[in-house]
């Protein structure tokens, strides 16, 4: 599993495309918690709200939403850091600077069509479970013209590339659940 | 034309079924001047109102390049070569880095920023809007739909994209490429515009030369569409036969060209490395030739291009492309940041601070001043500093 772009997101959950080394689960979560079953990470989620994670050898994740991820979603990723940026010329590693995490971040998300052309709105250090990482907030019209904002907070460490995305259309969606999506970057936690 | 497509999503799955069964047989001839729509038959109709849909969705997608001025360049050079046709075949600038041009059925043709960056001159570009240009006069949508190949060629690009309309605008446009006799044909009516609207028929070798060096930057195979076509080198090798018994001079237009995409070729290299596209950069502006029809500041450009792919050797050739560069404008703050971020990374910590001071110094307001804050911050703590 590569790290997910919308895209593939959609893709996976709508499970077609699994192969057997991916594990999947999908539930409705009865406590406000969300933990990927490798351990990576545990994070706060609204109760009730649906999760589902995927584990592979290389990377976790776990994609919650109230309406859907089509609609809206959190998505928290791990992942290793070879081959973390498929299609890049560059790789993550531990020792790369917030800087340079930004700059591949965004050039990941110019790389995909639906994001080529984004407007940054904002790119500034944040701190995220104790360690220096950057937070991204873009916007970007989908191919019905409608508004899109995408927040992520990322970081590295030796265990690899961490981001946490939040994303939904500006209209009526995204202010909505934005506070949650602030709530559980703070109680993020790495497994480690 | 394409090393890469563009992304075009049309709606309306009805439309599609509407075009995949509403063939009309019939011998298609090339134009002779601009078609009336009332005189078009039912399925070509059909293919411009797909293709008036695509112009749309790319308008509003925000995709178009936002400068009056090189349109109207672009377009005085379409219509020098088709004059005939002035009015019907309309140029437009995709704002992409990607290297492609494309034609829809229309006449609507569109070139990505990131061809500009690589074409070193008026004709180079004129070969690219000849060629494209011949797809519409031949009317070689119109061909490829009505015949049987296409349709499969439709179904295989459905197949493989799962979005419909994508498929099937861009198996009737040039998008992907046409078959290769139609390629060839329009290299050839291409080349003849060319010659014939005063060009220098030599360069169009260049022109795809220019391709399959982007090609092998990326190293990208050439793509699944390009299997039937011609290959980029016996592209280059048809027109350099061609050039071989062509006598006249022909117009290069190297002045007139660099003049007019100045800007949108420096927005293409600032694309290029906002996406990570680095070899693209590298192959452009590590030739001392190109890398002069440039301003300096794009030395600094060359230098992000081998710190932010940080490959065997980039960083040493990073710092030299950094050096040039502040040579010719030392007060230009971004290659300070970047100097300063190689000398953290590598814990020189004393020159890190030095770097990041300047820089600061030199745009106070700079956008990312609360990344260098952290920095100067830590190099601090790191030299046990209160």
């Known amino acids: 599993m590569k790290r997910l772009s919308p895209l593939l997101l959609s893709v996976l959950l709508g499970a077609s495309l699994l192969s057997g080394c991916v594990t999947t689960k999908t539930t409705r979560l009865d406590a406000p918690e969300v933990t990927v079953a490798d351990g990576a990470f545990t994070a706060w989620a609204p109760a009730g709200w649906v999760a589902t994670t995927l584990t592979e050898a290389v990377s976790s994740a776990a994609v919650v939403s109230r309406d859907g991820p089509p609609i809206h979603y959190i998505l928290l990723q791990r992942h290793d850091h070879q081959k973390a940026f498929s299609g890049l010329e560059r790789d993550s590693t531990p020792d790369m600077l917030p800087t340079e995490l930004a700059e591949t971040l965004l050039a990941e998300m110019r790389k995909d069509d639906e994001t080529e052309h984004l407007e940054v709105v904002e790119n500034s250090p944040a701190t995220i479970a104790g360690r220096a990482g950057v937070l991204l907030h873009i916007r970007f019209r989908n191919d019905k013209g409608l508004e899109i904002q995408r927040r992520v907070y990322a970081f590295v460490d030796s265990g690899g590339i961490y981001t946490l995305s939040y994303q939904a259309p500006t209209l009526h969606y995204f202010d909505r659940d934005f506070e949650v999506f602030e709530h559980t970057v703070r109680s993020f936690r790495t497994g480690a | ?386």
Not at chain 2, 51 to 80: C, F, P, V, W
Not at chain 2, 261 to 267: I, K, M, V, Y
């Open chain 2, 1 to 386: 034309m394409s090393v890469r497509a563009c992304s075009l999503s049309l709606p309306g799955v009805l439309l599609l079924l509407a075009v995949l069964t509403g063939c009309t047989a019939g011998p298609v001839r090339p134009l002779t001047e601009a078609p009336q729509r009332s005189n078009l038959a039912n399925d070509e109709t059909r293919l411009w109102d797909m293709a008036e849909e695509g112009d749309e969705e790319i308008a509003k997608g925000g995709q178009i390049y936002r400068s009056e001025a090189l349109r109207s360049y672009l377009q005085s050079i379409m219509d020098r070569l088709y004059p005939e046709f002035r009015g019907r075949l309309q140029v437009q600038v995709i704002d992409s880095p990607v290297v492609n041009a494309f034609a829809l059925p229309n006449g609507s043709i569109y070139v990505h920023l990131g061809m500009l960056s690589q074409l070193e001159n008026e004709a180079q570009l004129a070969t690219v809007l000849a060629h494209e240009g011949a797809h519409f006069v031949n009317r070689h949508s119109l061909q490829q739909r009505r015949s049987t190949k296409s349709s499969l060629a439709a179904a295989n690009v459905v197949a493989l994209l799962g979005v419909p309309l994508v498929g099937e605008l861009a198996a009737v446009s040039s998008i992907y490429g046409y078959s290769r006799d139609m390629e060839r044909e329009a290299d050839r009516i291409g080349w003849e515009r060319l010659t014939a609207a005063g060009y220098a028929g030599r360069e169009a070798e260049g022109t795809f030369r220019h391709l399959l060096e982007e090609l092998k930057a990326m190293e990208i195979e050439e793509p699944v569409f390009f299997s039937s076509h011609p290959k980029l080198q016996e592209r280059i090798d048809s027109f350099h036969e061609l050039a071989e018994g062509y006598r006249g001079n022909g117009e290069i237009g190297e002045a007139r060209y660099l003049e007019a995409t100045a800007e949108a070729r420096l927005d293409a290299i600032e694309a290029d490395l906002g996406s990570g596209r680095f070899a693209s950069v590298i192959l452009v502006l590590e030739n001392e030739e190109r890398l002069a029809h440039y301003p300096p500041s794009a030395l600094f450009y060359l230098g992000e291009a081998y710190r932010r792919r940080g490959g065997e050797g980039d960083r040493d050739q990073a710092v030299k492309a950094y050096g040039r560069c502040l040579e010719y404008r030392p007060g230009f703050a971004p290659p300070y940041r970047a100097l300063g971020l190689m000398q953290l990374k590598q814990e020189e910590y004393a020159l890190a601070r030095e770097s990041f001071t300047r820089y600061l110094e030199l745009d106070p307001g700079a956008a990312d001043r609360a990344y260098v804050e952290n920095y100067l911050k830590r190099i601090s703590k790191e030299l046990d500093e209160p």
